[in-house]
């Protein structure tokens, strides 16, 4: 805890009191000045003494906030990595400084974290376009058979698809930043829990994959349904994207204390520990996501939404083995 007698507040009540003593002192002296031959002086003496300790103060006081002023107005968004570092002290404007550092740091970091998803969107979005012009190119070369034309138009729109897909896992993942708050409203996890178990188990008919759930029915939430349920199905259809033919995934809901327990787990090919600390990064992918559409986006999406209802995930993992991801969500 901070020492009292350095506070502003502590030195400015300081002041007021020792105004207030000296008016006392200046009141009783007065009354008795023809009874004493050094009242007057006295009273000019204490007055100047306390204009003096008064001015100090008062200066000390106003340079600290002048100067902490001139510094804040010297950063700007270029300069954001500046602190404020001469002003040291455990008093107010001490805080103040602090805490406007602490601001700076965040910024600092969210303008940064920011540039890299612009680049990292520059990157992903290069690709296909670049992919789509060099195939209008080549196509435009020379003459071709209808079969060729037909074959160069699917894979553009394949790649047409896949940016598509990385631009709308963009606007998720700006909304998953700043949500609009008016949109939370209660609604039945258990209800949306069975119909993610019900798109999962369509999902798996092309692999054969067993999809088996426990959902335990009546838990109600506060928070956004549509969104969570977005996210719910990107690590379902991982799950499914990466479990081996005629596989097994298990979905389960439980209540725990006043928490929503959800278990999404496979018996695919696993998560390399190496990898397991990225996989929730922006356009990561790991070694065995080569044959695998998308832009690494859906994990990330589904991590921010998690934690925009104050949730958290977890995920286990042994090559060849399986992955479970759990997610626990407060229902208070």
Known sequence: MKNIFQTLRFRLLFWYTLSLAFLGVFIILTIHILQYKYSVQLIIGLFIILAIVGFVVVYRITRSITFLSYQMRQISSKTLDKRITSIKGSDEIGQLAKSFNELLNRLDKAFNRERQFIADVAHEMKTPIATLRSSFEVTLHKARTN?????IIKDSIIETDRITSTLKDVLDLAWSEVPNENLRKVFDLSELMNEMSEIAQKLALKKQIIVINSITSHIQMLGFR??????????????????????????????????????????????????????????????????????????????????????????????????????ALPLT
């Open 147 to 151: 079969e060729e034309y037909k074959k």
């Open 226 to 327: 549509k969104r969570l349920g977005r996210a719910l199905l990107n690590i379902i259809d991982n799950a499914i994207k990466y479990s081996s033919f005629k596989g097994k995934i298990y979905i389960s809901l439980i209540k725990e204390y006043n928490n929503a327990l959800i278990i999404i787990k496979d018996n695919g090919q696993g998560i390399e520990e190496e990898e397991l600390e990225h996989i929730f990064d922006r356009f990561y992918r790991g070694a065995k996501t080569d044959k695998v559409f998308g832009a690494g986006l859906g994990l990330a999406i589904s991590k921010a939404t998690i934690e925009i209802h104050r949730g958290v995930i977890q995920v286990k993992s042994k090559s060849k083995i399986g992955s479970t991801f759990s997610i």
